[in-house]
């Protein structure tokens, strides 16, 4: 069987591998890698170029990359409307224009190569535009949708969504909202759709020794003392993830509590918005007690977790899945999270709170609590990693993907 994987984003063009980060790119590298090594499919993924994925491409001598490279003057044009978008809509409007033109090129591309390949089976990868690369196209072969958001636009392009195959849905939140009467793609039959769980890698991201030596150096960077509490976020900075009710429960906590907040508005680009303003408002009061670390590369991720005692992703919008909390659990790290969409599927028995007004004060109690009972916190932290272990380790997931493709 030949498989071939189409996936590009107008935000900024993340390639596979995933070497500007991006959860989409990082679980396609996770496809790239389990495929490498136990061969189920003939794979070719065709990326965005970039020069550090060119070369991290090169560990997986059997998987076939095919590369866009977007021209000088699509890259000018990207420029000029992602300029433009944010003049006119401020910066949290500009970042879905990153790279428009870059996106309508690659769709261009990928038109050829479906009108050429001999792949059995073609994965489009979240992003609706791509959908009009089949829509003029002669390709015979099934394609599949692997979305990792519920879809807020058709793209024009709703031919397309009743002629594919099947969708692979991250959570089955997504795959519920795909079959509502008011999907934005129209109601599919719930026969099309079927779970595709997301992964993490549980060697990258597993627990580490108090007394390791680059955690030292890490908490004396960042201005932590040995008896502080560290409460850690991860992810962008903007108010539908939910960071403020981080800081609004650290104001309730005694003053060795602190707060790590890992993340920026947007990879790479020189944006503020006005929500970090406000995260930045919040903290003045908190003074040292609140750590802002900026975007960190996502293989150093695993030590900001192992640094914290308690992980704090209050998702404030229906999250189609949320890696984060699969991420902090793989390191040993308790989560507090929302009930927001498809996260309580990833999180099992760990604390799930409703989102309201009392959030904030919700999250010092049960922190406090948690951190309380030393027996019941290691229990928490052992059960946090085996969760992880036993339902999303990587190992598994190019199997689950060949399997998710047989179902239909």
Same mark, same amino acid.
């Given at each position: ?7 590009? =984003? ?6 596979? $591998? ?31 170029? =970039? ?16 590369? +866009? ?46 009108? +050429?390949? =001999? ?30 958001? +519920? ?8 031919? /397309? ?8 849905? /991250? ?124 975007? /960190? ?11 914290? =005692? ?23 790290? $308790? *989560? ?14 760990? *604390? *799930? &709170? ?16 948690? &951190? ?34 047989? +179902?239909?």
């Amino acid at each position: 069987m030949k498989v071939l994987i189409l996936t590009a =984003d107008s935000n900024g063009g993340y390639p596979v $591998p995933a070497s500007k980060g991006s959860a989409v790119s990082t679980l396609m590298e996770q496809l790239a890698e389990g495929n490498n090594a136990q061969r189920l499919c003939d794979m070719e993924i065709m990326s965005f170029y =970039d020069e550090k994925a060119f070369e991290m491409a090169k560990q997986y001598p059997h998987i076939t990359f095919l590369w +866009v490279k977007p021209t000088a003057l699509h890259r000018l044009l990207d420029k000029c409307a992602f300029n433009f978008i944010r003049l006119l809509k401020k910066n949290e409007k500009a970042v879905s224009f990153k790279s428009p033109f870059s996106l309508l090129y690659y769709i261009r591309k990928a038109g050829k190569r479906l009108r +050429v390949t =001999d792949a059995d089976k073609v994965i489009l990868e979240n992003n609706i535009p791509l959908a009009r690369a089949l829509r003029k196209t002669p390709f015979r072969g099934q394609w599949f949708y692997h979305f990792h958001n +519920v879809p807020r636009i058709d793209g024009g392009c709703r031919d /397309v969504f009743e002629r594919t195959t099947g969708f692979l849905c /991250v959570s089955q939140f997504v795959a519920d909202r795909l079959s509502a009467p008011d999907s934005a793609i129209g109601a599919i039959p719930a026969d099309k759709t079927t779970v595709f769980y997301n992964c993490v890698d549980t060697e990258q991201f597993q627990p580490m020794p108090r007394d390791c030596g680059e955690l030292a150096a890490l908490r004396k960077k960042l201005g932590v003392a040995d008896g502080d509490r560290v409460m850690i976020f991860t992810g962008r900075l903007t108010a539908e993830k939910g960071a403020e009710h981080l800081l609004r429960a650290l104001q309730l906590l005694p003053e060795h509590y602190k707060a790590v907040i890992v993340g920026s508005y947007h990879y790479n680009a020189d944006v503020k918005s006005d929500y970090q303003q406000q995260l930045y408002a919040l903290a003045e009061s908190l003074k040292d007690r609140v750590i802002f670390t900026g975007y /960190v590369q996502h293989d150093e991720l695993p030590l900001y977790y192992n640094l914290a =005692d308690v992980a704090v992703l209050p998702s404030m919008w229906d999250e189609p899945a949320g890696l984060t909390n699969l991420e902090a659990m793989a390191c040993g790290v $308790p *989560v507090i999270t929302t009930n927001s969409g498809g996260i309580p599927e990833y999180v099992g028995d760990s *604390v *799930v &709170l409703e989102r309201g007004e009392r959030l904030g004060e919700e999250i010092a109690e049960r922190v406090q609590a948690l &951190l309380a009972d030393s027996e019941g916190y290691e229990c928490a932290c052992r059960y946090s990693r085996q969760f992880v272990c036993d339902r999303f380790d990587k190992d598994r997931y190019i199997n689950r993907f060949i399997e998710a493709l047989g +179902v239909f």
